[in-house]
């Protein structure tokens, strides 16, 4: 499970296990990813070893792959965009879908306007 946690504009990136057991469920073994981030605001998988997470906000707001274990993480880029996103959604073998001058916007081989959607509308996978 990756977990955004911290005051507003302050958010930190954390990983734990979800258990169950004794008819409850619990998050155990939490950690901190990407401590050099200390300003998430949205954050989700992309696969089983890499999270995607949005952080900053307005102009400087700014998407990054970080891998699970922490070892390694790089700036995704922006290059195509409309504005700076400001919400975003991910999921394992899908593209990358960001909200960004109102619209929403998926990465294949670059940036992409997702035709139909409302300009109120977030970008979601189901699950």
Same mark, same amino acid.
């Given at each position: 499970?990756?977990?955004? !946690? $911290?005051?507003?504009?302050?958010? =930190? /990136?954390?990983? %734990?296990? *979800?258990?169950?057991?004794?008819?409850?469920i619990?998050?155990?073994h939490?950690r901190? *990813?990407?401590d050099?981030?200390? @300003?998430?605001?949205?954050a %989700?998988? =992309?696969?089983? @070893?890499? /999270?995607?997470?949005l #952080?900053?906000? $307005?102009?400087? &707001? &700014?998407?990054?792959?970080?891998?699970?274990?922490?070892a390694?993480?790089?700036? *995704? =880029?922006?290059?195509?965009l409309? %504005?700076?996103p &400001? !919400?975003?959604a *991910?999921?394992?073998?899908?593209?990358?879908?960001?909200v960004?001058?109102? $619209?929403?916007?998926q990465?294949h081989? $670059?940036?992409a !306007?997702l035709?139909? !959607? #409302?300009? &109120? =509308?977030a970008?979601?996978?189901?699950?």
């Open positions: 499970m990756a977990i955004v !946690a $911290g005051p507003p504009a302050q958010g =930190s /990136l954390y990983v %734990g296990a *979800v258990t169950r057991g004794d008819g409850a619990s998050i155990v939490i901190s *990813v990407a050099g981030l200390t @300003d998430v605001t949205d %989700g998988w =992309s696969s089983k @070893d890499f /999270l995607v997470a #952080s900053g906000g $307005g102009t400087d &707001a &700014a998407l990054w792959q970080i891998r699970v274990d922490g390694a993480t790089s700036q *995704v =880029s922006t290059a195509g409309p %504005g700076p &400001a !919400a975003l *991910v999921a394992n073998g899908l593209p990358t879908m960001v960004a001058n109102g $619209g929403i916007w990465f081989t $670059g940036w !306007a035709a139909g !959607a #409302s300009p &109120a =509308s970008p979601a996978y189901p699950g």
